[in-house]
């Protein structure tokens, strides 16, 4: 099995995108204004809080675009807002030829979308699907939903540009925000949505940045008070994005080496291990026995996380191991049984390797 993870920023990049972040925040705030917890409610004539309004400010400079937005609701409500501000409801939505994941499949249905399907993996599979069907709008999943999802999301959306420059373009960044070398928007498509807390941000507050004209649509219907990320949250906001860089490039590092010691035969039982973003960029391994539940199982037992919470939020930092993601589930049924996923959050490889190794030498001698 042949697989396409995306490449990561190195931990020179990221600490050079750690730097461009906090410079962003000392242009548009004062070194008083850092030093709170911001402010609260529906300011006269913002109708928000002053302190999120210079916290999308930062968002939209260091992203190159035109505006940002926090909202609630976490990614999932970012990516049906954006299908919300620049579809609205019963329009036609082309996606990836995969499972959908789950939460955006919740969306398209609840706006009544109907779906196309093309192959992202070929491109003249895309331009057939769009010059030959009336699509209101794309929906790009920027990690992968299949184990051989190869597309590059900068290549796509400048192939899907080069013949319909018009077209609404949403990308979804969950797992790939501040992992690598842009966002969505950055590349043309326009709105991205990302999670602020999977960024080591807070609960329930996700981001949508890119296009004025639809996201100042979305701030003119977000009215109600109860409705506004509060000043404290969005100060949150910005403390989590200035440290996710530098970390999730060790988590990757971390990722690279452990599978590297799997596939030259550390631990018994193990067939194959393979770098992948399902969702987030994690080692996929590959048993040689249907024993996958009762090693994730048993790794519960010598300190891996037992679920996630966020996939790399603020409270994981012991590693995760856990089955595969549903759409992976989904495109083969057999994953469930033969494969474990492992996440490292901000554990080393030598406490992965003893984990899966104890847990491996339990449910081994058990069979």
Do not use: W
């Not at 990836?96 to 009544?112: F, Q, R, W």
């Not at 192939?159 to 319909?164: M, N």
């Not at 024993?291 to 010598?302: P, R, Y």
Request: proline content about 3%.
């Amino acid at each position: 099995m042949e697989t396409f993870p995306l490449e990561s920023l190195s931990i020179e990049e990221a600490t050079q995108m750690q730097f461009r972040f906090v410079d962003a925040i000392t242009r548009n705030f004062s070194g008083e204004e850092i030093l709170t917890r911001g402010d609260l409610g529906v300011v006269k004539g913002l109708n928000q809080p002053r302190t999120t309004q210079k916290v999308e400010k930062v968002l939209a400079d260091f992203f190159n675009a035109e505006a940002a937005m926090l909202v609630r609701g976490s990614g999932t409500n970012a990516i049906r807002l954006a299908l919300y501000s620049l579809l609205g409801t019963n329009k036609t939505l082309m996606v990836h030829d995969a499972p959908i994941y789950p939460t955006s499949k919740v969306s398209i249905e609840m706006l009544g979308l109907k779906t196309i399907f093309a192959d992202y993996n070929h491109l003249e599979e895309v331009k057939e699907k769009l010059l030959n069907n009336k699509v209101d709008g794309i929906l790009i999943q920027v990690t992968r939903q299949k184990f051989d999802d190869s597309y590059d999301l900068k290549s796509l959306i400048a192939f899907i540009r080069s013949f319909d420059e018009t077209i609404q373009i949403i990308t979804d960044d969950n797992y790939s925000a501040l992992k690598t070398k842009g966002l969505g928007s950055e590349f043309g498509a326009n709105l991205s949505c990302f999670s602020t807390f999977k960024l080591l941000g807070p609960e329930g507050i996700g981001c949508i940045v890119g296009e004025r004209k639809a996201i100042q649509r979305l701030k003119n219907d977000n009215y109600s008070g109860g409705g506004q990320v509060q000043g404290h949250e969005a100060i949150d906001v910005l403390k989590g994005l200035i440290y996710a860089p530098v970390s999730l490039a060790i988590s990757a590092k971390v990722s690279e080496e452990v599978c590297g010691r799997i596939n030259q035969q550390e631990i018994g039982g193990i067939e194959k291990a393979f770098l992948i973003n399902a969702q987030s960029k994690v080692i996929v391994v590959k048993l040689k026995k249907p024993i996958a539940k009762k090693v994730i199982e048993q790794a519960t037992s010598f300190g891996a996380l037992p679920n996630p919470v966020g996939a790399e939020s603020k409270y994981e930092f012991s590693p995760l191991v856990y089955r595969v993601s549903g759409t992976f589930r989904a495109a083969d049924p057999d994953a469930e049984q033969f494969m474990i996923r492992i996440n490292p959050n901000r554990s080393g490889a030598d406490t992965i390797m003893r984990i899966l190794k104890q847990a491996m030498d339990v449910v081994e001698k058990e069979v």
